[in-house]
């Protein structure tokens, strides 16, 4: 065969074995985190499982190129987000504000009219934020998870400030959504 047909060779080291038990730890430190951002982006379950299936490739592959110049939070939420967005690029549109399948966790001191109350508000603000724009959505969703500014501009490749603005928009058209006054 010519040049033209060869094939380039693969750096194999970015292939490297990850440690089982990092990515277990990680998995299981991050992720109901990752379940939570994975239904801003899907309300249908199988999709949504889909898509934790995907992050948790990515992250696998990913972890070992982790040199810790960030935390591991912060990496984790950029892997995450980066494969969310390619999940909803590969779709070929936004998602919906599509009502999502209800899941419950039953505290069995709670009667059951006041479970059916948390969850109807519950899906409502799920599907609110899947409506909101998705730069209001991502900011939204991380500071939803507790990260600073700082570790959400990170995470988004933004300036602290930049976060600030799009979060203070984002909540305004949250409460626009839900009608709820300021």
Do not use: K
Request: proline share 3%; glycine share 4%.
């Amino acid at each position: 065969m010519g040049d033209d047909h060869e094939f380039e060779r693969v750096d194999d080291s970015v292939f490297e074995r990850v440690d089982d038990l990092e990515f277990e730890r990680v998995l299981e430190e991050f992720g109901p985190a990752l379940r939570r951002l994975a239904g801003s982006y899907e309300s249908n379950s199988s999709r949504r499982d889909d898509l934790v299936q995907e992050i948790a490739i990515a992250l696998w592959r990913a972890l070992p190129r982790f040199r810790g110049e960030s935390s591991m939070r912060t990496f984790v939420f950029r892997i995450a987000h980066n494969r969310a967005l390619t999940h909803v690029w590969r779709r070929g549109r936004v998602p919906s504000a599509e009502v999502s399948e209800a899941e419950h966790v039953t505290d069995p001191a709670e009667s059951p009219e006041s479970q059916l109350a948390r969850g109807q508000r519950r899906e409502r603000l799920d599907a609110a934020i899947r409506a909101l724009p998705i730069v209001h959505r991502q900011v939204l969703t991380l500071a939803l998870e507790d990260l600073s500014h700082a570790e959400i501009g990170s995470v988004l490749g933004l300036r602290e400030n930049a976060v600030a603005v799009r979060l203070t928009r984002a909540r305004q058209a949250l409460r626009a959504a839900l009608g709820v006054s300021a």
